[in-house]
T-cell receptor
Framework: AQSVSQHNHHVILSEAASLELGCNYSYGGTVNLFWYVQYPGQHLQLLLKYFSGDPLVKGIKGFEAEFIKSKFSFNLRKPSVQWSDTAEYFCAVNWGGGNTPLVFGKGTRLSVIA | NAGVTQTPKFQVLKTGQSMTLQCAQDMNHNSMYWYRQDPGMGLRLIYYSASEGTTDKGEVPNGYNVSRLNKREFSLRLESAAPSQTSVYFC????????????FGAGSRLTVL
């Protein structure tokens, strides 16, 4: 079955530290890739997405992600985190672009401390 | 424009009771989804409806039924609730099936005692 793996369950960083959250997906051909964020007590919101083109995509709030096809990866990065980035981050993949729903990873909880 | 509206926001049930979670979207979206979110498990797809009149099972459909009542509404029913169904349930939608951006509802927190 197609699957999405997020390597880190919980990451704790100090403000201004750099962030990289890993995401790998199982092989399955053409993919569309997403990162969603869930702030405490809120519903999921789209952070960024990749469908095609430049493999380095930029999202909201200074986040970016790089699609590396050979590694089946779509890692999320931010050069300098803020306390307000404390949230849970979910990687999600859609295979084929057809009638296949998104498959989500298990999520990474990010805690940013002052 | 309300987006995706879920009701109720909170519910406590006893084992064996039944209930229906309601979801409605006002964005003229074709596809609708029900996910459940559990700690350390991420979001898992229960059922989805790629278009009005169709429904399909997701990863964890056992113990649930769905109805796509019309283009706007997609309900999730628990016929005989079990403690394992304690979870936060999210409804989501998007315009076309497949690669498109999901809009999520605020979630429904269900506790089964």
């Amino acid at each position: 079955a197609q699957s999405v793996s997020q390597h880190n369950h919980h990451v704790i960083l100090s403000e201004a530290a750099s962030l990289e959250l890993g995401c790998n997906y199982s092989y399955g051909g053409t993919v569309n890739l997403f990162w969603y964020v869930q702030y405490p007590g809120q519903h999921l919101q789209l952070l960024l997405k990749y469908f095609s083109g430049d493999p380095l995509v930029k999202g909201i709030k200074g986040f970016e992600a790089e699609f590396i096809k050979s590694k089946f990866s779509f890692n999320l990065r931010k050069p300098s985190v803020q306390w307000s980035d404390t949230a849970e981050y979910f990687c999600a993949v859609n295979w084929g672009g057809g009638n296949t729903p998104l498959v989500f990873g298990k999520g990474t909880r990010l805690s940013v401390i002052a | 424009n309300a987006g995706v509206t879920q009701t109720p926001k909170f519910q406590v049930l006893k084992t064996g009771q039944s209930m229906t979670l309601q979801c409605a979207q006002d964005m003229n979206h074709n596809s609708m989804y029900w996910y459940r979110q559990d700690p350390g498990m991420g979001l898992r797809l229960i059922y989805y409806s790629a278009s009005e009149g169709t429904t399909d099972k997701g990863e964890v459909p056992n113990g649930y039924n769905v109805s796509r009542l019309n283009k706007r509404e997609f309900s999730l029913r628990l016929e005989s609730a079990a403690p394992s169904q304690t979870s936060v349930y999210f409804c989501a939608s998007h315009r076309f099936s497949g690669a498109n951006v999901l809009t999520f509802g605020a979630g429904s927190r269900l506790t089964v005692l």
